[in-house]
């Protein structure tokens, strides 16, 4: 039997999470460390790989001191990472960029090309990734013809996790759900997509080793076991993505199951046994496993425009705390009397993908407060997740128990909580625990070890959920008022381009 405590390690955009799990899947010790987003150039967002790197092992180093004794009884440390990153380094693995970062929006005009190119749509359904600046295929298209010198004197290009996982053990090596996220990974092959790579102008040798989610190194490394005070019989498993992950963690792992994250950002993801892909390319699919794939997609705009709208209220009147905004959003009838609230402040990823889309109000009168407008910005991130919900769905045999699980910080408010019930007219289940994808690594981690036979068994301890009923009085109401949100986001997509020129003179 394998020791049963594990680590789980989230390298997130914003910070770093270690966390350590008894055999119930209980935290019982966790460290965290932050870094910055380096955005000093217009549409740019890097960070230093060195200083992820640092906050990596200063976390887990902390996390295995706070742990005293228990630290004895760890069997394995899993990973859990954001996605899409790009660093290029050379032949003694050195970076010779930042890492580039999901949200860097430089290559949009190769995003853009590809997407009006008649092999853009085939190029999704091989690789399963929108054609979005995000995706590091249009970044290296970026790098090679805005830094020519780095682009050809770089011997690999990786991930923030693969360059964590060489300095640790002397190789490069990437698992499918990250090479899924690249835009360079074949679905069918499961291997590196040839017309993606010509594309890019980059050959396999140039990347990272596909391993699956489930590989894992043996024992520690000499460097890994002197940094991180743990004992050299450790393991350590691959793991895989935030996203996936994320959905194991919650527990939405049976097909069907909704998983809903808010946070600054956002997602809609659920797992089914094959991969479903949407016909306009509108939605992602990445792999947790060979045998679970996980389609939905990401948001720009979550908790970010409960910020913008706290801050121009606190700006004007100084307001209060967000849980009072929140409050305020509940003195606004459901519908917010028909004002509608576009809640792309920083452009969109799904279901536009357009880095050009801006925010708007739609339906203003004299008679609506701003009561109304805090609950139709509450609305308006809701409904942007149930139209990527509703892509999903067309693909899937929906069934009649779907169970919606959420997560992030938009728990803290009761307000939101129940709009995400009432506008997917679904019970939603909320776990006391809150590092998901840190969770969710473990458990994929002691799948890859053999100590569980089935992906989705976790301990009945952890299972525990507050739930949010919809309340069927409402659901007319937000029935009809998607239809008109639809409508107005088709009708304002083709004036973006227009507004996004003029904003930028």
Same mark, same amino acid.
């Given at each position: 039997m394998l020791k049963s405590y594990a680590l789980g390690i989230d390298i997130g955009t914003t910070s770093t999470k270690v966390v350590l799990f008894d055999e119930k899947g209980a935290a019982v010790a966790h460290h965290s460390k932050n870094y910055p987003l380096l955005?000093?150039?217009? @549409?740019?967002?890097?960070?230093?790989?060195?200083?992820?790197?640092?906050?990596?092992?200063y976390s887990l180093r902390e996390t295995v001191r706070k742990s005293g004794d228990l630290a004895e009884k760890i069997g394995f440390i899993s990973f859990s990472t954001a996605m899409h990153s790009l660093i290029a380094v050379d032949a003694e693995?050195?970076? &010779?960029?930042?890492?580039?970062?999901?949200?860097? %929006?430089?290559?949009?005009?190769?995003?853009?090309?590809?997407?009006?190119?008649?092999?853009?749509?085939?190029?999704?359904?091989?690789?399963?990734v929108p054609l979005h600046p995000m995706t590091p295929l249009f970044k290296l298209q970026w790098l090679k013809n805005e830094q020519p010198d780095i682009f050809k004197n770089a011997a690999k290009f990786v991930g923030i996790k693969e360059y964590i996982l060489y300095r640790w053990f002397g190789e490069w090596a990437i698992d499918y759900a990250s090479a899924a996220a690249m835009g360079l990974w074949n679905m069918q092959t499961l291997d590196w997509d040839q017309e993606a790579l010509e594309m890019a102008d980059v050959t396999a040798e140039k990347l990272p080793?596909?391993?699956?989610?489930?590989?894992?190194?043996?024992?520690?490394?000499?460097? &890994? $076991?002197?940094?991180?005070? &743990?004992?050299?019989?450790? !393991? +350590? +498993?691959?793991?895989a993505t935030d996203g996936p992950l994320s959905n194991l963690g919650v527990g939405a792992i049976s097909p069907g199951d909704v998983a809903v994250t808010i946070g600054t950002s #956002?997602?809609?993801? %659920?797992?089914?046994?094959?991969?479903?892909?949407?016909?306009? #390319?509108?939605?992602?699919c990445y792999p947790l496993t060979e045998k679970h794939w996980v389609s939905g997609g990401p948001v720009n705009n979550g908790g970010i425009a409960f910020q913008w709208v706290h801050d121009v209220f606190t700006e004007v009147e100084k307001e209060g705390s967000?849980? !009072?905004?929140? !409050?305020?959003?509940?003195?606004?009838?459901?519908?917010?009397?028909?004002?509608i609230f576009l809640p792309h402040l920083t452009g969109e990823r799904a279901p536009l993908w357009d880095a050009q889309a801006k925010g708007s109000f739609i339906g203003l009168?004299?008679?609506?407060?701003?009561?109304?407008?805090?609950?139709?910005?509450?609305? @308006?991130?809701?409904?942007?997740?149930?139209?990527?919900?509703? &892509?999903?769905?067309?693909?899937?045999?929906?069934?009649?128990?779907?169970?919606?699980?959420?997560?992030?910080?938009?728990?803290?408010?009761?307000?939101? !909580?129940?709009i995400l019930a009432d506008v997917?007219?679904?019970?939603?289940?909320?776990? $006391?625990? %809150?590092e998901s994808s840190c969770l969710g690594a473990v458990q994929l981690g002691r799948f890859a070890l053999d100590e569980t036979d089935v992906l989705q068994e976790v301990s009945e301890e952890i299972k525990?959920?507050? %739930?949010v009923m919809p309340n069927t009085e409402h659901a007319e109401t937000y029935g009809e008022l998607f239809t008109i949100y639809q409508n107005v986001s088709d009708a304002l997509a083709s004036q973006y381009k227009a507004i996004h020129e003029f904003q930028n003179k």
């Open positions: 955005a000093e150039i217009p @549409g740019s967002a890097e960070q230093n790989p060195d200083e992820i790197y640092e906050a990596v092992i693995g050195k970076p &010779l960029t930042n890492s580039i970062t999901w949200a860097d %929006t430089r290559s949009e005009s190769y995003a853009f090309a590809a997407r009006s190119s008649a092999e853009g749509l085939d190029l999704y359904k091989r690789t399963g080793e596909i391993k699956p989610t489930t590989f894992y190194w043996d024992s520690l490394s000499v460097t &890994l $076991e002197k940094l991180s005070g &743990l004992d050299s019989s450790v !393991k +350590v +498993v691959i793991g #956002g997602a809609i993801r %659920t797992i089914s046994k094959t991969p479903i892909l949407d016909a306009e #390319g509108r939605t992602f967000y849980e !009072k905004l929140s !409050k305020r959003a509940d003195a606004a009838p459901p519908g917010s009397d028909g004002l009168t004299l008679r609506h407060k701003k009561d109304h407008m805090v609950r139709a910005v509450l609305e @308006g991130t809701i409904f942007n997740l149930y139209q990527v919900y509703s &892509l999903v769905k067309t693909q899937t045999q929906e069934k009649a128990d779907v169970k919606i699980f959420a997560t992030g910080g938009f728990t803290n408010s009761p307000a939101w !909580k129940q997917f007219q679904k019970e939603v289940n909320i776990p $006391e625990h %809150t525990q959920y507050s %739930t």
